[in-house]
Every structure is written in C-alpha cells, then in structure tokens.
C-alpha cells in the first residue's frame, strides 16, 4: 500500500558529505513522521534522526551538529543532509514513516530497502 524508495547513498571519506532522501508513495491520507534509521555490522539497528509533522526533530546525539532532516509534504520525502560523515558513521541507513492511509483508521509503518553509506578512513 506504500512504497518508501530511497535514493543517496554510497563510499565517501571521512569528512565527506552525502544527502539521502526517500519518497514515500500509495495510498497516504498523511504521514505523521518520516525519519532515518540505521544499522552497523553486528549492531542494533538505531534512530537517527526523525521529523514529525509539527517539524519537531529527535537525533542521535552523536549525529546532532553534523546531520540534518528535513522534509517535503507536498512530494511527501524526507532528506538527510549528512556532513562531516566519519567511519563510525558507516552502515545501512533505512527510511521509515509512520502514515495515515486513505479509508482506514490508524497509523502505520513502513520501512525503505535501506541504502548503504560507506565512509573510509
């Protein structure tokens, strides 16, 4: 019923910036929030960052004065500009949105394919 594609990422050296965006398509009555994800080799899959749609944000701590969301309601897309990328940056990054649908009640979720961000030392 909705499909998220994501767009962006790739190899990049530290220090190095990439924007991913993700637009989100099917049968959206509203999307409440659009955010990222990510997940790193053997680790958790974490927030990183998240816009609601009262453009309230929440970020990872260790991304907050690096990395930016930002949002287009009418193209229903989010972006993420990341500067200042380094290794510890690396990993598959996973759009999300959380969404109204048209003729049915409630909220729900849905996940990109996820784009890979590679960053070298």
């Known amino acids: 019923q909705v499909q998220l594609v994501e767009s962006g990422g790739g190899l990049v050296q530290a220090g190095g910036s990439l924007r991913l965006s993700c637009a989100a398509s099917g049968s959206i009555f509203s999307v409440n929030a659009m955010g990222w994800y990510r997940q790193a080799p053997g680790k958790q899959r974490e927030l990183v960052a998240v816009?609601?749609?009262?453009?309230?944000?929440n970020y990872l701590d260790s991304v907050k004065v690096r990395f930016t969301i930002s949002r287009d309601d009418a193209e229903n897309t989010v972006y993420l500009q990341m500067n200042g990328l380094n290794p510890e940056d690396t990993a598959v990054y996973y759009c999300?949105?959380?969404?109204?649908?048209?003729?049915?009640?409630?909220?729900?979720?849905?996940w990109g394919q996820g784009t890979q961000v590679t960053v070298s030392s």
């Open positions: 999300n949105a959380r969404v109204k649908l048209i003729k049915s009640a409630g909220e729900y979720e849905y």
């Open positions: 816009m609601a749609s009262d453009r309230s944000t």
